[in-house]
């Protein structure tokens, strides 16, 4: 059976996993990305497309930040703008509580300079008057954006090809071992390979990477459920969510409006399916936010795998049994924008920086050291 050599062996070849075998190759070191699947096929390819910072946590900020830099790169980089444009990101208010928990945010993340704009009444009928009455503000983030999803990972992977990583999809690793002082991890078909460092970026199944190594993290599974309309006269040029959450939508440049919101449910063979009390409920929430989807044809709907921490951070870092083993999965959701600068620190990992800051927020590390405090 083919045995491959290399020095870091990436399980996962969603955008996290490319853009470390990216910047990995960019600083000349082996790697080779290992995909059960096809590259970026699971959830780097089905998620809404949101290159949102707003709303995200303190600590995930930093990550945010270096991130927006890279999407503005991704023609130099993997060939590819992927359709990104910065076209805004407004955050909703159904309420005055909402506004002054968006008001409360904006002082929270002053630091970051995300240009928080808090816009209510006339002046948010004279900016966007294809919203529904009911909406009662919002906060703007004017340099966030949209990309397609579908085009990113692929092309990340292809980019790292470019610059010598191997790809091997459609290999399924079934076991893996630490075999002296490498790994050796042994596919369904009999391919075989050995790697000084291994990263686990497997997306919803990172939990069950893990485990093979003894790490014991509690991950959680969901199915978010996602639709895209027939092709609309402009409605609105921002990417939207909600305070809250349970919805979000943007309409992308052939006018066709993607939204999601809720939950489906697994089906057999690790695919899933929109849940029907979600779509019920995006029947509901979408005219109420934009009166023009009231009588929208929807023409596609579906649902992703992912995977979810209670912390809604992921673990991004060394696992606390086995050297040489990093941990990069678990984004609960708002993966896409910051995977390319995750990809960026877990490579800086392995070459002996640690750049990510409140490491201890990532750390997975973490729920064990919670196991042993409760």
């Known amino acids: 059976m083919s045995l491959v050599h290399t020095e870091v062996a990436i399980i996962g070849a969603g955008l996290v996993?490319?853009?470390?075998?990216?910047?990995?190759?960019?600083?000349?070191?082996?790697?080779?990305?290992?995909?059960?699947?096809?590259c970026g096929a699971r959830a780097s390819g089905v998620n809404f497309g949101g290159v949102r910072r707003q709303g995200r946590s303190v600590e995930q900020l930093y990550l945010a930040q270096r991130a927006h830099g890279i999407w503005a790169r991704l023609p130099e980089l993997i060939g590819t703008d992927a359709e990104y444009v910065r076209s805004g990101h407004l955050k909703l208010a159904r309420s005055q509580a909402d506004l002054e928990r968006l008001a409360a945010y904006r002082e929270q993340v002053r630091d970051f300079d995300l240009d928080l704009q808090i816009i209510e009444g006339?002046?948010?009928?004279r900016r966007f008057p294809a919203l529904g009455p009911d909406v009662a503000g919002g906060?703007?983030?004017?340099?966030?954006?949209?990309?397609?999803?579908?085009?990113?990972?692929?092309?990340?992977?292809?980019?790292?090809?470019?610059h010598g990583a191997r790809l091997l999809?459609?290999?399924?690793?079934?076991?893996?071992?630490?075999?002296?002082?490498?790994?050796?991890?042994?596919?369904?078909?009999?391919?075989?390979?050995?790697?000084?460092?291994?990263?686990?970026?497997?997306g919803a199944w990172g939990a069950e990477v893990a485990s093979w190594f003894g790490d014991v993290l509690p991950l959680q599974i969901k199915y978010p459920t996602m639709l895209v309309t027939e092709p609309l006269t402009p409605q609105i040029g921002?990417?939207?969510?909600?305070?809250?959450?349970?919805?979000?939508?943007?309409?992308?440049?052939?006018?066709?409006?993607?939204?999601?919101?809720?939950?489906?449910?697994?089906?057999?063979?690790?695919?899933?399916?929109p849940g029907r009390a979600a779509l019920a409920a995006l029947g509901r929430t979408a005219p109420a936010?934009?009166?023009?989807?009231?009588?929208?044809?929807?023409?596609?709907?579906?649902?992703?795998?992912?995977?979810?921490?209670?912390?809604?951070?992921?673990?991004?870092?060394?696992?606390p049994a086995v050297p040489r083993l990093l941990h990069a999965f678990g984004f609960s959701g708002g993966g896409f924008q910051i995977a390319p600068a995750v990809g960026e620190v877990v490579a800086?990992?392995?070459?002996?920086?640690?750049?990510?800051?409140?490491?201890?927020?990532?750390?997975?590390?973490?729920?064990?050291?919670?196991?042993?405090?409760?």
């Open 139 to 162: 906060s703007l983030c004017p340099a966030d954006g949209q990309a397609n999803p579908r085009l990113v990972a692929p092309a990340y992977a292809h980019a790292a090809l470019r």
């Open 348 to 374: 800086e990992m392995i070459m002996g920086r640690n750049t990510l800051m409140m490491p201890e927020r990532f750390a997975p590390a973490r729920w064990a050291d919670a196991a042993g405090a409760s």
């Open 17 to 38: 996993g490319a853009a470390t075998a990216l910047a990995l190759r960019r600083a000349g070191i082996a790697a080779v990305l290992v995909e059960r699947g096809l």
């Open 289 to 319: 936010i934009l009166p023009a989807l009231a009588h929208a044809s929807v023409i596609r709907c579906w649902s992703g795998i992912e995977g979810y921490f209670s912390d809604k951070n992921p673990v991004i870092g060394a696992s």
């Open 122 to 125: 006339a002046a948010l009928r």
């Open 238 to 273: 921002v990417s939207l969510g909600v305070e809250g959450g349970g919805f979000y939508a943007r309409q992308v440049a052939r006018g066709n409006v993607v939204m999601g919101g809720g939950y489906g449910a697994a089906l057999p063979g690790n695919r899933s399916r």
């Open 169 to 202: 999809e459609h290999c399924a690793i079934v076991q893996a071992d630490a075999h002296g002082d490498d790994f050796l991890l042994c596919a369904a078909d009999g391919r075989r390979i050995r790697a000084a460092w291994v990263v686990n970026a497997a």
